[in-house]
């Protein structure tokens, strides 16, 4: 049983557009919701991460909207920079373990000049 | 401050061949992981050592071994490796940098033949 399931698979957006990719969970004891952003051939970083008792968190040009009820959460990317190209990971974890990450199966971002 | 180091970098074993991949992490974190990542799979939790003697199976276990040899350092073990093993193995630390967030290592890529 997949417990994060993360859409779109892959994703080309134009540069200066918005780049939404969309997670869901099913275990409600998850309370810290990162995403990981990963370079070929480089290990993933800490991109922003949320806890669930807040509904949306925005560093610079990167939001997590979240939705408990919906047991879903998102990030948006605004203005899209071709730097911006890798791949994304949402991922979720337990109070208590939040180092044992449940990922994601990743999106591939590429955003065009 | 390097983070976290694995060696080494790529690896390729004949089947049946064992081989130790290697941790250090220099940021005094109690928390170490071993994932694997697969094409289109995401990261998989192999092993995990919350503190220094203890060690924990995550969720794809079978196949690997994990030594906790000190607080810095966290081994991978395949006593005889199988093609099923081909793939990039990330060692994380869990502690406090700028954010309380899982930093991750360069990768090891390993290749089974």
């Known amino acids: 049983q997949q417990q994060v399931k993360q859409s779109p698979q892959s994703l080309i957006v134009q540069k200066g557009g918005i780049s939404i990719i969309n997670c869901a969970y099913e275990n409600t004891a998850f309370d810290y919701f990162p995403w990981y952003q990963q370079f070929p051939g480089k290990g993933p970083a800490l991109l922003i991460a949320i806890r669930p008792d807040v509904s949306e968190k925005k560093e610079g040009r990167f939001t997590i909207s979240f939705n408990k009820s919906a047991k879903q959460f998102s990030l948006h990317i605004m203005d899209s920079q071709p730097g911006d190209s890798a791949t994304y990971f949402c991922a979720a974890s337990r109070r208590g373990s939040q180092g044992n990450l449940i990922f994601g199966k990743g999106t591939k971002l590429s955003v065009k000049p | 401050n390097a983070g976290v180091t694995q060696t080494p970098k790529f690896q390729v074993l004949k089947t049946g061949q064992s081989m130790t991949l290697q941790c250090a992490q220099d940021m005094n974190h109690n928390s170490m992981y071993w994932y694997r990542q697969d094409p289109g799979m995401g990261l998989r939790l192999i092993y995990y050592?919350?503190?220094?003697?203890?060690?924990d199976k995550g969720e794809v276990p079978n196949g690997y071994n994990v030594s906790r040899l000190n607080k810095r350092e966290f081994s991978l073990r395949l006593e005889s490796a199988a093609p099923s093993q081909t793939s990039v193995y990330f060692c994380a630390s869990w502690g406090q940098g700028r954010r309380t967030e899982a930093f991750f290592g360069q990768g090891t890529r390993l290749t089974v033949v």
């Open positions: 050592s919350a503190s220094e003697g203890t060690t």
